[in-house]
């Protein structure tokens, strides 16, 4: 049902205020399998990925750009999305974060994101794992990264953090939507891609071979670790026979941030599909 009030809501204490503050914490995501989508960027992806958006609250005095601010509210209401105004202190609230620009959606979880949803190509996927990553804004990046580097699939194993948090939605710019995704254990995903006969590439400072030394162009897994602990042992036992792989440093630091080697695979992986070396 299409509602529109003329009045903005106003109050912090709005209960309909209250609950969309609630959505920022994962318990209450989890309960009601709603999430938050933030951002006129977000919302944009959000509705040509075809997400089930539920209802979208918005607030003029903080529109950053208004004619398409304005048009995206146009497509909501075609769409018979839910509709409401708020005001500048409840839109506050409801967001808690920087930089609003005064638009912000509700939408309904996936039932799952099973291995087995999962469309691949069969002789060239390319598809980037990520294991345990702890920050939001890293998992956010991988996403937007794998996007960008015409990844098939990103998948995300044991799990720290849900891919409906706020900031990973934000990070990943709305890539999360048009990204093909699946939750799984790292064993669970370890099956699915020994049963698809996919290479795997496991990232680790051990590895004497660089990530330049291997050979992306059939389909191809990198997988990547947490950014405290690394890889599990799981992907680095030898039973398997994964490639091992590193990024090389000659600095002091002894760690790449995670988004940032994820890129740097990616777009080895890419330059060579493209060039065919």
């Not at 939001?136 to 580097?149: E, K, M, Q, T, Y």
């Not at 698809?196 to 992306?216: E, H």
């Not at 940032?260 to 890419?270: F, K, N, S, V, W």
């Amino acid at each position: 049902m299409n509602t529109y009030l003329e009045s903005p809501i106003t109050s912090r204490q709005n209960p309909r205020i209250q609950a969309l503050a609630n959505l920022r914490e994962r318990r209450e995501r989890d309960s009601q399998k709603k999430y938050l989508i933030e951002g006129l960027r977000e919302l944009s992806r959000a509705l040509s990925c075809g997400m089930n958006i539920l209802e979208v609250y918005f607030c003029p005095a903080l529109f950053k750009n208004t004619p398409d601010a304005q048009l995206m509210l146009q497509l909501v209401k075609q769409g018979g999305i839910s509709l409401c105004e708020i005001g500048k202190s409840a839109f506050e609230k409801a967001s808690g974060r920087e930089g609003m620009d005064g638009l912000l959606g509700v939408a309904a979880m996936r039932d799952r994101h099973g291995l087995d949803e999962l469309q691949l190509p069969p002789m060239s996927a390319l598809i980037l794992v990520v294991e345990a990553v702890e920050k939001p804004g890293n998992l956010g990046a991988l996403f937007r990264v794998a996007d960008s580097a015409g990844c098939s699939a990103l998948i995300c194993c044991d799990a720290v953090v849900d891919i409906y948090n706020p900031s990973v939605i934000r990070a990943s710019q709305g890539a999360l939507f048009s990204m093909q995704c699946a939750v799984a254990t790292t064993q669970e995903t370890i099956r699915f891609l020994l049963s698809k006969k996919i290479k795997v590439f496991a990232t680790t400072p051990d590895s004497t071979k660089q990530y330049w030394d291997v050979d992306y162009k059939q389909s191809a897994a990198i997988i990547l670790g947490s950014e405290k602990e690394g890889l599990s042992k799981l992907w680095l036992t030898e039973h398997h026979g994964f490639e091992r792989i590193s990024i090389p440093q000659e600095g002091s630091s002894d760690s790449l941030n995670v988004g940032i080697a994820g890129a740097i695979c990616l777009y080895e992986a890419l330059r060579q599909r493209r060039l065919g070396n």
